[in-house]
């Protein structure tokens, strides 16, 4: 029996295009075999690796995906880099129904469950099993020319139609449930999943949909109409785009900005909810609100939390009734010892003093 198969393994995926998600890759191997788990690498990964640090990564042994183990033989996925690595990632184990988790070494990271700071505690939680999974809903993306089916796609974040020429705009008709709701030109248009929101579709005005609220969303790009808003549709619609019969009018449809089709005229795009979910392996229960504040760097000051309330005894003990304390949150109590200062200030001035 080979280690692969002995012990618990762990997927280890990095952008090998970037040194610091290499060194990371390779802290991540030398942790998860010290703590008696098996790193399983791509073996393209593994040949870039021994290229960069061929020295330090042979003192570690490793499995090769697809060669002494396979995808549904990992626990989970450690992916080192930003939301475009853990979009390959996802393409990658798409159908090993694995659970990822990432660790954000770009810029916003939505999809990443820690920072690089957090690089030796992220291992740690893996070793100890210590997360959660959180199933994402994904799209399943069709393509329809004359009445048949061309092509079909997947996506997490969203499924994009865009214009192909840059001097021109393309006309389309948008449909819900097989109704029509309305025609423009544009530059195109975004169908996106709750996850996807944040991403292109938040780019092009798109509303920010909580990620466990069930719904899909349509984003126009630059449509030239009176009505062009987003809309939020029910988890179970069909939302289609079709490329009207017009000279030369030609689009491209992109996958989570990864996989692309050509549209010609009179191609018809549907984009359903997928049976198969993305799996997060989930850490940190921290809510959505504090992440859309953190990666977006949002004001909060003036903030002053929750109502504190209870009944007191100067209340004559009538139930129900409730005053607030505003000083049980740290602003409030600034705020308050700043308006009693103002207050003593006032009286001395009454008194004369």
């Excluded at 423009?184 to 949909?209: E, I, L, N, Q, R």
Aim: glycine share 8%; charged share 25%; hydrophobic share 40%.
């Amino acid at each position: 029996m080979s280690q692969a198969e002995s012990s618990r393994a762990v997927l280890v995926l990095a952008h090998t295009g970037r040194r610091d998600a290499v060194d990371a890759a390779v802290s991540v191997v030398e942790r998860l075999h010290a703590a008696g788990l098996t790193p399983a690498l791509l073996a393209r990964d593994v040949d870039r690796l021994q290229v960069l640090v061929g020295e330090r990564l042979n003192r570690v042994p490793l499995a090769v995906v697809g060669r002494d183990i396979t995808l549904a033989q990992c626990e989970v996925g450690m992916v080192l880099g930003g939301d475009g690595s853990i979009l390959r990632a996802a393409e990658l184990v798409r159908g090993a129904d694995l659970p990822l988790m990432g660790v954000n070494l770009g810029h916003i990271g939505f999809l990443a469950e820690s920072e690089r700071t957090e690089l030796d505690s992220s291992v740690q939680w893996v070793v100890d099993h210590d997360y959660t999974v959180e199933r994402r809903m994904a799209i399943d993306v069709r393509i329809w020319r004359e009445g048949e089916q061309v092509a079909s796609s997947w996506a997490l974040n969203e499924a994009s139609i865009e214009k192909k020429s840059r001097e021109r705009m393309i006309d389309l008709v948008v449909d819900i449930d097989g109704s029509p709701v309305s025609a423009f030109g544009c530059d195109g248009v975004v169908m996106a999943t709750p996850t996807g929101s944040t991403a292109y579709a938040f780019s092009a005005g798109g509303p920010v949909v909580w990620p466990e609220v069930e719904a899909l969303v349509m984003v126009p790009i630059s449509a030239h109409a009176l009505f062009a808003r987003p809309l939020v549709v029910d988890p179970d619609s069909v939302m289609a785009v079709e490329i009207l019969q017009h000279e030369d009018e030609e689009a491209v449809l992109w996958c989570d900005g990864r996989r692309s089709v050509d549209l010609p005229a009179g191609s018809r795009v549907e984009v359903t909810r997928s049976a198969e979910p993305v799996r997060l392996a989930r850490v940190n229960q921290t809510p959505f609100s504090e992440r859309l504040v953190d990666k977006f760097n949002l004001p909060t000051s003036g903030w002053r939390g929750p109502v504190a309330s209870e009944v007191r005894p100067e209340d004559d003990g009538v139930a129900g009734t409730r005053t607030v304390d505003p000083t049980s949150h740290p602003i409030g109590a600034e705020m308050a010892t700043e308006r009693g200062t103002l207050r003593h200030d006032a009286a001395q001035k009454e008194d004369g003093q």
